[in-house]
């Protein structure tokens, strides 16, 4: 019972990896709008505010033409015959432009759609959408399969570790089955035979959850550095802290519940005979 707990707890941590890891897939998902060099600030960043209060949109970040020229200037610093060119120029070429984030990668055909409309589309001279729509497509795909792999392993290892219980809970009560019967013969009531073996069930869980969590601290202190270098910034440990009393407590409901329901269907073969 240790052991399920353990494996419990593991796919409680494994839930919040997955969703972490579709998140930080997710956010490297974006569009970026441009506009005409001739559309004022004041344009742009009412068009801003009209995104945000998009119920699809997460977040939009505004660049500015010399932000944008300062971007451009910092990462072709090195190439002296860009450097050049800009510098020579009497007008500053580059479009002010809007970073959106939706809040779902399927969500981006409607931001989209919007800006397409014809109070915004005078404003607007490219959308990166069309070229990237591969790219947001398949990853959105990957964030879906994430969460829906994430999903039925943690069903199927669930399903495993109460089986598993379920049997060796079987095994010590068919190891009993002598007892069971003597009890039986001398006129013990069935909720009799049935009390004691449940309430070692129960006891039983709760040790188990007490003790896979003590197992479990270490572990999850030593690997959620490792986790950290495939996830940046994905802090197992400090999740695993802050949300201890909850994962002791479905652990806790975990060990108890499969002990207990293990113990008193485990017994009534035996009340039948």
Same mark, same amino acid.
């Given at each position: 019972?240790?052991?399920?707990?353990?494996?419990?707890?593991?796919?409680?941590?494994?839930?919040?990896?997955?969703?972490?890891?579709?998140?930080?897939?997710?956010?490297?998902?974006?569009?970026?709008?441009?506009?005409?060099?001739?559309?004022?600030?004041?344009?742009?960043?009412?068009?801003?505010?009209?995104?945000?209060?998009?119920?699809?949109?997460?977040?939009?970040?505004?660049?500015?033409?010399?932000?944008?020229?300062?971007?451009?200037?910092?990462?072709?610093?090195?190439?002296?015959?860009?450097?050049?060119?800009?510098?020579?120029?009497?007008?500053?070429?580059?479009?002010?432009?809007?970073?959106?984030?939706?809040?779902?990668?399927?969500?981006?055909?409607?931001?989209?759609?919007?800006?397409?409309?014809?109070?915004?589309?005078?404003?607007?001279?490219?959308?990166?959408?069309?070229?990237?729509?591969?790219?947001?497509?398949?990853? %959105?795909?990957? +964030?879906?399969?994430?969460?829906?792999?994430? #999903? /039925?392993?943690?069903? &199927?290892?669930? @399903? *495993?570790?109460?089986?598993?219980?379920?049997?060796?809970?079987?095994?010590?009560?068919?190891?009993?089955?002598?007892?069971?019967?003597?009890?039986?013969?001398?006129?013990?009531?069935?909720?009799?035979?049935?009390?004691?073996?449940?309430?070692?069930?129960?006891?039983?869980?709760?040790?188990?959850?007490?003790?896979?969590?003590?197992?479990?601290?270490?572990?999850?202190?030593?690997?959620?550095?490792?986790?950290?270098?495939?996830?940046? %910034?994905?802090? +197992?440990?400090?999740?695993?802290?802050?949300? #201890? /009393?909850?994962?002791? &407590?479905?652990? @806790? *409901?975990?060990?108890?519940?499969?002990?207990?329901?293990?113990?008193?269907?485990?017994?009534?073969?035996?009340?039948?005979?």
């Amino acid at each position: 019972m240790i052991l399920a707990s353990l494996v419990f707890a593991g796919l409680i941590l494994f839930g919040f990896v997955s969703d972490q890891a579709a998140a930080s897939i997710q956010d490297k998902i974006d569009i970026s709008v441009y506009f005409k060099t001739n559309t004022s600030e004041d344009q742009v960043l009412n068009v801003k505010q009209s995104l945000e209060s998009l119920s699809e949109v997460k977040s939009v970040e505004y660049i500015s033409r010399d932000r944008a020229l300062e971007v451009f200037r910092a990462a072709h610093k090195e190439d002296s015959v860009i450097s050049q060119g800009i510098n020579e120029l009497n007008v500053n070429p580059l479009e002010a432009s809007l970073n959106i984030k939706a809040r779902r990668p399927d969500q981006y055909a409607a931001i989209v759609e919007y800006l397409n409309s014809p109070n915004l589309v005078s404003y607007i001279d490219s959308i990166s959408y069309s070229k990237n729509q591969a790219v947001i497509d398949r990853l %959105g795909g990957i +964030v879906n399969n994430v969460k829906r792999g994430g #999903l /039925a392993l943690t069903l &199927l290892l669930g @399903l *495993i570790a109460g089986l598993v219980v379920f049997n060796t809970i079987r095994l010590a009560i068919y190891s009993n089955r002598e007892e069971i019967g003597i009890m039986r013969v001398v006129g013990a009531s069935n909720a009799l035979v049935r009390g004691p073996l449940v309430i070692q069930g129960i006891i039983a869980g709760v040790l188990a959850a007490v003790f896979s969590l003590i197992i479990a601290t270490p572990i999850v202190y030593f690997i959620s550095p490792q986790l950290k270098v495939f996830i940046p %910034g994905l802090e +197992v440990f400090q999740y695993f802290y802050t949300h #201890l /009393a909850a994962i002791f &407590l479905y652990q @806790l *409901i975990f060990a108890v519940g499969i002990g207990a329901f293990s113990s008193f269907v485990a017994v009534r073969r035996f009340l039948k005979n």
